[in-house]
């Protein structure tokens, strides 16, 4: 934690209070949250566009660019064989926090996007042929459907949906009929970043593995908000992005289960992934150098890596259970309000709330919004299906982090009732 | 930043709430839809040209109340004017927005449309202004479509 704050115990780390959240102690290591936004207290209820980045995150890549820094595997010198061993311990870092078995099954991308990329292009070519279908769910974020329609364009094969009831909650009574023969790969949301469902993922992974069907599950959304265990769900490949998780952009990862990643060919080629070059052949090395060409994000790997410590430092679950509680009374301030519509109410949800507003329209709620202070994201959240699977051009969104708290809510709810006022 | 409630006049939200010339004609000699990929606002805009002269004009579509006030009260100010006209209000009207028109120094032909003047002062939404205007530039070159990006 940031060296000018005394709440910290031995190692560093923000103690939990009673069972909840220290969130004053946790709000001190954000410099964003305590600055001035429009002469006012930030209110920032935006965590799922992308998470703020706490002090040591900052340290630790400041320390690293200062002190530590060349390229990674690369030549015999100390430096470089030290920023090898940090950018490697962040890889195993992330092993531990997904529970991968190996840290050879989690790859570095620039993000959730480049890594649905890399499956659809590397996996996807190599397995998808014309006729055969891709199946998806109906509340997937544009980076899990486009790679895919890309694949299915040159392949000749074709996209299939999994329905979702008014709630927002997949409907799975057919999905046995909905895997056919020709269903090659399943990619699925964990938790929406319109809705904030959490999906049932190890559920419809069993019904897939069933029928011999691998599934790619997009973990941006949840990752911030539960424990992941990629060997518990069976997951295929999972994928997350660094910058949802209090760490910085530009820096992503695949987790792919061994056996397939070895089966895949190379995606991008270049330095680093080559075991040999000639003019007339190239081999590679294993993983998961394989999917690494050139050089890596080595400072925000890093970052993510201690994105990872200072999470675990607070407890993910702990963190989950406190959201929950922001969940709930956030909930039930804003459905209060006249004339304000939840937009996904499934049963399990993560921090994620969107909601319409009679007859104003979510820019507007979002521009007024934000000269009070208070961040959120209005618009189709880079999923068009979902708005019009809802009946909504578009939403406002407010999402919660760890560091949020019930004031927060309370600054939103009063903005939503100025919003109100100017609207008539 | 300026106080949006500088923006969210009476006229801009009565012309939101009640827009003008709202649907689409057909038969139409210009047609063009606009869309902003970044929030989805989407806007169509019909025209029937005659002898050079905007005869009729409709839009139709959904956005913010900057973006359909600004469709509406376009509407109004280009019925009955020669295209060329209704060309250089296009043109004044996006200057007014990027801040590069002063309305109240330099010579336009914007009338009320100077109202929408504060949205220099919010750049996320100068695109919501600028959508309908950049579909009747389209419709009135002859192109189907139009983006903000």
């Given at each position: 934690m940031s060296e000018n704050k005394s709440s910290t115990d031995e190692h560093g780390w923000t103690p939990i209070k009673d069972g909840a959240l220290d969130v004053a102690a946790i709000r001190a290591d954000f410099p964003l949250l305590n600055t001035p936004f429009h002469g006012?207290?930030?209110v920032y209820l935006d965590s799922a566009v992308s998470g703020q980045v706490p002090q040591p995150v900052i340290d630790r890549m400041d320390h690293y660019q200062r002190f530590e820094h060349t390229n990674v595997h690369r030549g015999v010198s100390t430096l470089s064989q030290e920023a090898t061993d940090r950018f490697e311990e962040a890889r195993e870092k992330v092993r531990g926090f997904l529970n991968a078995a190996s840290s050879k099954e989690i790859i570095w991308t620039r993000g959730t996007t480049e890594a649905i990329n890399l499956v659809a292009q590397s996996w996807g070519r190599a397995n998808v042929q014309a006729g055969d279908e891709i199946l998806l769910s109906a509340m997937e974020h544009h980076?899990?459907?486009v790679p895919w329609q890309m694949l299915a364009q040159e392949r000749g094969a074709k996209i299939c949906v999994i329905p979702m009831n008014d709630a927002g909650e997949l409907i799975l009574d057919d999905l046995d009929t909905l895997i056919t023969p020709r269903t090659k790969i399943i990619g699925l949301i964990h938790v929406s970043n319109v809705l904030g469902t959490i999906n049932p993922v190890k559920e419809i992974i069993a019904k897939a593995h069933a029928k011999g069907v691998p599934v790619l599950v997009d973990g941006a959304q949840s990752v911030p908000h539960m424990t992941v265990d990629v060997q518990d769900l069976d997951a295929d490949f999972f994928v997350f992005s660094g910058h949802k998780l209090s760490g910085p952009?530009?820096?992503g990862v695949l987790y792919g289960k061994k056996a397939l990643l070895e089966k895949m060919p190379p995606w991008h080629g270049g330095g680093s992934m080559i075991l040999s070059v000639s003019w007339e052949k190239t081999t590679y090395i294993g993983l998961p150098g394989k999917f690494e060409a050139g050089t890596p994000a080595i400072t925000q790997a890093i970052g993510l890596g201690a994105a990872i410590d200072y999470l675990q430092g607070i407890g993910v679950d702990n963190i989950a259970a406190y959201e929950h509680e922001?969940?709930?009374y956030a909930t039930e301030q804003l459905s209060k309000i006249e004339g304000l519509r939840i937009i996904g109410n499934a049963r399990k949800k993560a921090s994620v709330v969107s909601f319409v507003l009679d007859g104003i329209h979510p820019h507007d709620v979002g521009s007024i919004l934000d000269h009070d202070g208070v961040v959120v994201r209005a618009g189709h959240h880079c999923a068009q299906p979902v708005m019009k699977r809802m009946g909504v051009p578009a939403t406002t969104r407010a999402s919660f982090a760890y560091y949020?708290?019930?004031?927060d809510v309370d600054a939103l709810v009063g903005g939503i009732l100025k919003v109100k006022g100017i609207f008539g | 930043m300026s106080d949006p409630r500088e923006l969210y006049q009476q006229v801009i939200l009565e012309h939101n709430k009640k827009p003008r010339n709202f649907g689409k004609l057909e038969p139409c000699t210009h047609y063009a839809h606009g869309l902003n990929p970044l929030c989805g606002d989407d806007i169509e805009v019909s025209l029937v040209v005659e002898d050079g002269i905007v005869k009729d004009v409709k839009f139709q579509g959904h956005g913010c109340a900057i973006s359909q006030a600004s469709s509406?009260?376009?509407?109004?100010?280009?019925?009955?004017?020669p295209v060329h006209e209704a060309e250089i209000m296009v043109e004044q009207f996006r200057e007014m927005i990027r801040g590069k028109l002063d309305p109240a120094t330099e010579p336009h032909s914007l009338g009320k449309l100077t109202l929408f003047?504060?949205?220099k002062d919010l750049p996320s939404r100068v695109k919501c202004a600028v959508l309908p205007w950049a579909t009747l530039h389209s419709a009135l070159e002859g192109k189907d479509d139009a983006s903000t990006e």
């Open positions: 006012k207290q930030m980076a899990n459907i952009t530009g820096i922001l969940l709930n949020n708290t019930r004031e | 509406s009260l376009m509407t109004v100010n280009v019925k009955g004017k003047q504060g949205v």
